[in-house]
């Protein structure tokens, strides 16, 4: 069965530094997202992406976040100087289309550590 | 409250009974879904209710979906030890696909 995969499953960063978030989104799907978890809390929206382009993201996603689709399989995260607060579980979904409300499958995860 | 609120946080039975977990919501949606979550993991997704539909069934899943109250309701019938988890709604609206998720509700399912 298909599924969504993320790189790298841990990661642990000091405070200031940039870092990369990757996804391997289901293939034939069109509709691509990040959430994250803080511990113990619950999941958050953070962008939402489609032909290319962000079409919704949230006040979470402020200029240190941006995302790309460097090509057809892989779409990344990137926090260009991480903080504290970003330390949570950042999670990569895709669904095929919107209409009607379309199953968002979710990738197992990356565990991000700021120091 | 927010978007997708969850009742009970915290919820423990015996094997074999049935696990019902509430949903509420603030805003309108055009679908709701429901994840499950073990514990530090990825979200698994369990089902998906349409707004148009009321009651959907799945396996041991059965969800219903009340709009005019905006709550949502996941029922596992004869549980298992191996349904201890976390439980999500989450509500989708607008043409983002963005979805909503609430606190959700811990399920601890003893042998």
């Known amino acids: 069965e298909p599924e969504v995969t993320q790189t790298p499953s841990h990661q642990v960063t000091q405070m200031g530094q940039e870092v990369i978030l990757r996804c391997v989104p289901i293939?034939?799907?069109?509709?691509f997202y990040w959430y994250r978890q803080i511990l113990g809390q619950k999941v958050e929206f953070l962008v939402s992406?489609?032909?290319?382009?962000?079409?919704?993201k949230s006040e979470i996603f402020d200029d240190q976040f941006s995302v790309e689709r460097p090509d057809g399989s892989n779409f990344t995260l990137k926090i260009r100087s991480t903080k504290l607060e970003d330390s949570a579980m950042y999670f990569c979904?895709?669904?095929?289309?919107?209409?009607?409300?379309?199953?968002?499958?979710f990738g197992p995860g990356t565990r991000l550590l700021v120091l | 409250s927010q978007q997708g609120e969850e009742d009970p946080q915290a919820l423990s039975i015996q094997e074999g009974e049935n696990a019902t977990m509430n949903c509420s919501y603030k805003?309108?949606?055009?679908?709701l879904q429901w994840y499950r979550q073990n514990s530090g993991r990825g979200l698994v997704h369990l089902i998906l209710i349409r707004s148009n539909e009321r009651e959907k069934h799945s396996g041991r899943l059965r969800v219903t979906l009340d709009t005019s109250k905006k709550s949502s309701s996941l029922l596992i019938t004869a549980s298992r030890a191996a349904d201890t988890a976390s439980y999500f709604c989450a509500g989708g609206s607008g043409n983002t696909g963005k979805l909503i998720f609430g606190q959700g509700t811990t399920l601890q399912v003893k042998p």
């Open positions: 805003t309108s949606i055009n679908n």
């Open positions: 979904a895709s669904s095929f289309r919107l209409a009607g409300g379309e199953t968002q499958y």
């Open positions: 992406f489609y032909n290319n382009e962000i079409s919704e």
């Open positions: 293939s034939n799907h069109l509709y």
